[in-house]
């Protein structure tokens, strides 16, 4: 485990010393009603690429004053392709990590017992990518085995869709970006997407919003719509 997380260090430190595009995000979510903050960085270079994100939720209280975040999400994917000059050139090996932890609300964040897990878990995989000419609107096609530490999936299996369209509507500035997962968490399908409309006011600033779309994610059962308006400041 030790060799595991050495290498993922390794993988993250390669993306904050290269030239990646890295923005962060602030969203206040008008469901939960707190803060989030999202750390996002992609790179790529002559082996493929790197992508990671780190969420940050603020909403851990002592009485009714946030004193520290509430919960964190970490997620590092790497895609390897070596043979980007043959007719495979779409097609990418990708291995993944996620995991974090959070905290019960309400309550002073030292309080004994409060904290619950978000299972690492350890994904391998394909990845197919498909463009436009100019590279304006993409979309990423991804089939995963993905095995989840101390928690067994009937199905250990995740599909996944990422896209991006830019200068939406021929709208010079107007992006609509997001991801649509589906995987198997014990016996419980789950499904999580998280469509984004950005737009562009000046160099690197963007005004915005997500609309968190689940079903049977983060405990929550069934179908919820959770939107939050934002900021994107790309680095």
Known sequence: ????????????????????????????????????????????????????????????????????????????????????????????????????????????????????PVNSAFLFGFDYFLHSADFNNTLNLKVLYKHFVNLASKVPLQFTAVWGLQDLFGLKGLRFSGFADFWCEGSNLVFLSEPQLWFQVFDHFNIGGEVELSYNFAGMQGFHAMPCIGTKWVF
């Not at 485990?1 to 890295?22: D, E, P, R, Y």
């Not at 980007?84 to 309550?107: D, H, I, K, R, W």
């Open 1 to 116: 485990m030790k060799k595991i997380f050495i290498s993922l260090f390794a993988l993250f430190a390669m993306v904050w010393m290269s030239s990646a595009q890295t923005n962060f995000q602030t969203f206040y979510d008008l469901g939960r009603g707190h803060f989030t903050t999202t750390l996002e960085g992609f790179h790529q270079d002559n082996w493929g690429n790197t992508f990671f994100f780190i969420d940050y939720d603020y909403n851990n209280k002592d009485g009714n004053k946030i004193i520290s975040p509430s919960n964190t999400y970490f997620e590092i994917a790497r895609c390897l392709n070596f043979w980007s000059e043959s007719a495979m050139a779409p097609l990418s090996l990708q291995v993944e990590y996620n995991g974090g932890f959070g905290m019960a609300t309400n309550t002073p964040a030292y309080a004994e017992g409060l904290a619950f």
